[in-house]
């Protein structure tokens, strides 16, 4: 079964340093993966994905993430962290086993704070 | 381009009642998933309807229903509701499947 691991429950970063946030996953295919932005009392808004195309895979608001097979792992990071990108963060992967790409695995989720 | 809609946006139930929550997807989008989200399980995959049809099932007891109208617009059903049925339900709307779209959810208390 594929299953993602996201080792951090929270991190707190200073305004202007960088962020990284890790994400381990568990997959016998070649997974699609994803990382999606929680603000409070909001839905959930798609940061960025990899489809097996290049395995840095850049997003919005200056996120970026690096697809490694070797660690199964799929960390994000920004250079510079914003107040703005307080939030929680989820590392995502598609259940390719259910038959479809509407079946997506979420980890349990890192909330970032940023400290002024 | 408007988003995902879901209404109502909250909703307050008793134990034992049933409740029906909508989704409109992205113009286009034929696909169409629900997810339950809570603090103790986080998000977890409830079912994927396409061209009305339900393609995929995650692991809940038959209480939870879905369907899929013809212009892809969705309803979940909760019947017999209980306690721990509290929630944030989120609906999310794909073209491709390789990216879904969630709309901001509806919090259903149940008391």
């Known amino acids: 079964a594929q299953s993602v691991t996201q080792l951090d429950s929270h991190v707190s970063v200073s305004e202007g340093t960088p962020v990284l946030l890790r994400c381990n996953y568990s997959s016998s295919y070649s997974p699609s993966l994803f990382w999606y932005v929680q603000h409070p009392n909001k839905g959930l808004q798609l940061l960025l994905k990899y489809t097996s195309a290049a395995t840095l895979v850049k997003g919005i608001n200056g996120f970026e993430a690096e697809f490694k097979k070797s660690e199964t792992s799929f960390h994000l990071t920004k250079p510079s962290a914003h107040m703005s990108d307080a939030a929680e963060y989820f590392c995502?992967?598609?259940?390719?086993?259910?038959?479809?790409?509407?079946?997506?695995?979420f980890g349990k989720g890192t909330k970032l704070s940023v400290k002024p | 381009k408007a988003g995902v809609t879901q209404t109502p946006r909250y909703l307050i139930k008793t134990r034992g009642q049933q409740v029906t929550l909508s989704c409109s997807p992205i113009s286009g989008h034929r696909s169409v998933s629900w997810y339950q989200q809570t603090p103790g399980q986080g998000l977890q995959f409830l079912f994927e309807y396409f061209s009305e049809t339900q393609r995929n099932k995650g692991n809940f007891p038959g209480r939870f229903s879905g369907r899929q109208f013809s212009n892809s617009r969705s309803e979940m059903n909760v019947s017999t509701l209980e306690l721990g049925d509290s929630a944030l339900y989120l609906c999310a709307s794909s073209l491709t499947g390789l990216g879904y779209t969630f709309g901001s959810g509806t919090r259903l208390t149940v008391v």
């Open positions: 995502v992967v598609s259940d390719l086993l259910g038959g479809s790409q509407g079946n997506l695995i």
